[in-house]
Structures are given as C-alpha cells and as structure tokens.
C-alpha cells in the first residue's frame, strides 16, 4: 500500500519455510508445504503505507519504537532521522543534523 501526505509505502508480504537451521526459503503467493520436525512457516502480512513526513515524527515516540522493538535503531536514523544515544534517549544535536540533510 502507498502512503500518502509523503509518508512511504508499507512493507511486502512474504511466506518463507524456515530449515531447522534457521535458513529461510521463499515460497509462492499460494503453496502447499510439509513440514518436517524443527521446519517454521512464517508468514509477514504486508504494512499499511504511511502517513506524513517520517522525519516530521516525534523523535521521542521513535525512540519509544525502538526501545519496544518495533524499528531498528538503522531504521530511526534512516527514515525517521533520528539519531540516539547507547541508553536509547534522543540525541537532539545529532537528530538535528539527519533532518537537516547534514
């Protein structure tokens, strides 16, 4: 889906069988599988588009993100120009400097 107001198109969807040894493998839209012992399906539904400026998002509900493991810290500083400390709080000099185009 395409995000709208400059807000970024959401994920794709994907079905993958995971090998016992934690190898993933790309699977049709539509498929039958047989799992064997220690074998996954995993399934990733896509992501809505979004809405808005990323780099127009609090970095505090960013950093929020991060910290509940919804986006990666490369993901706040790539999309979200956010830049944080190692505890995880905001560093506003750094941030200013991503949103900035610095």
């Given at each position: 889906p395409k995000g709208v107001r400059g807000g970024l198109s959401?994920?794709?969807?994907?079905?993958?069988?995971?090998?016992?040894?934690?190898?993933?493998e790309a699977l049709e839209a539509c498929a039958q599988?047989?799992?064997?012992?220690?074998?996954?399906?995993i399934s990733i539904g896509c992501g809505g588009g979004g809405y808005g400026d990323p780099k127009q998002r609090d970095?505090?509900?960013?950093?929020?993100?991060v910290?509940?493991?919804?986006?990666?810290?490369?993901?706040?500083r790539q999309v979200y120009g956010?830049?944080?400390?190692?505890?995880g709080e905001v560093d506003a000099e750094a941030t200013a400097r991503l949103r900035a185009g610095n």
């Open positions: 959401g994920g794709r969807a994907g079905q993958y069988l995971q090998t016992a040894d934690g190898a993933r599988v047989t799992l064997e012992p220690g074998q996954r399906m970095p505090e509900r960013v950093a929020k993100d910290a509940d493991g919804i986006v990666s810290r490369e993901w706040a956010v830049a944080l400390h190692g505890n």
